[in-house]
């Protein structure tokens, strides 16, 4: 039997025209479930959120939380729903107890154990004025005010963007133990092991249309082999290029390393191609959700690299 849906976008469109805007997005997130929004700049994932806080009204299509429709009901909503802007609004003239004081009595409710719980694992002092924090804490400052009642869905869009690694660490530990208390979470994301450790499900967006959405574990049960091959000099670097026939995910020629992918069934011919080729090491690593999110932006060099990392949307 399946969950029940508790964000529900159905077929939305808003077209912004020259190709912006979102076309015929549909998404559901059940209850409990993490779910993973992946897309670079420009690509639609913060129009749709918008939408499904309510704060755009669809051209085509409906935004529903908790099957009730968001546009012209935010404030109906948002009793139940953490809500965590890419870039968040504080005043600059609180510190950030009267910022904290400020979202409670908007949302007429106070839960201070959760609220100290919240101040003490991220580690955040709430006494300065916003005006003289750091972006990191007042990205904190953001994280615990949206979760400091305790709601029942977490709407995430770039939530780590600002922080350290260690408090990017420490917010999807978070994540992971907000999904085990029930919690329905969508979480929009420009880092791809945050998505693998926190979602069940993962669509990627690209032009403001959906090109695919799976279930996280089917990315590992792809039938690919990812190889990294690092050649004794530049000459036999060369040599192999002009043969290879398989796809290249990465070539760093200052460091004599190509990164290959292939279908396992290929595995011989990948052997017959190294063979009168000096390698220096040639490794597998695993299959990614990165190397699959790239076969979508083959064209778009923009978001290669070691990083791991798409690039935050403005």
């Known amino acids: 039997m399946e969950k029940e849906a508790i964000i529900e976008v159905d077929h939305l469109t808003k077209d912004y025209g020259y190709g912006r805007g979102v076309f015929d997005v549909s998404i559901k997130v059940h209850k409990g479930e993490c779910y993973g929004y992946l897309g670079p700049n420009g690509a639609g994932k913060s129009t749709t959120i918008r939408h499904i806080m309510g704060f755009s009204k669809p051209q085509k299509g409906s935004t529903k939380i908790f099957g009730i429709d968001t546009f012209g009901h935010t ?16 005043p600059q003239g609180l510190n950030g107890w009267g910022f904290i004081r400020m979202m409670q009595g908007m949302r007429k409710e106070v839960n201070e154990e959760r609220l100290n719980y919240l101040l003490d694992l991220f580690k955040l002092d709430p006494s300065p004025m916003v005006k003289e924090m750091s972006l990191g804490d007042k990205r904190k400052l953001a994280v615990v005010t949206a979760f400091m009642n305790d709601p029942d869905v977490l709407i995430l869009d770039e939530p780590t963007s600002g922080l350290d690694p260690l408090m990017q660490q420490v917010f999807i530990k978070f994540v992971v133990e907000e999904k085990k208390r029930g919690k329905t979470i969508l979480l929009s994301s420009h880092i791809f092991a945050e998505v693998e450790a926190t ?30 091959l690092r050649f004794k000099d530049k000459q036999n670097m060369e040599k192999y290029l002009k043969s290879c026939k398989f796809e290249i995910v990465q070539n760093i020629p200052e460091r004599l ?58």
């Open 257 to 314: 390393s190509l990164t290959i992918k292939f279908q396992t069934k290929d595995y011989q011919s990948f052997i017959d191609s190294i063979q009168g080729i000096k390698l220096h090491t040639f490794a597998e690593r695993p299959y990614t959700l990165q190397d699959y999110f790239m076969s979508f932006y083959k064209e778009d060099k923009t978001f290669g690299g070691l990083s791991g990392v798409v690039g935050n949307e403005k």
């Open 199 to 228: 979602c069940d499900m993962i669509s990627i967006i690209k032009d403001g249309k959906h090109v695919s959405s799976f279930n996280a574990e089917e990315v590992k049960k792809i039938d690919t082999k990812v190889y990294i």
């Open 75 to 90: 404030d109906e909503i948002l009793g139940k729903v953490g809500y965590l802007p890419g870039e968040p609004s504080i």
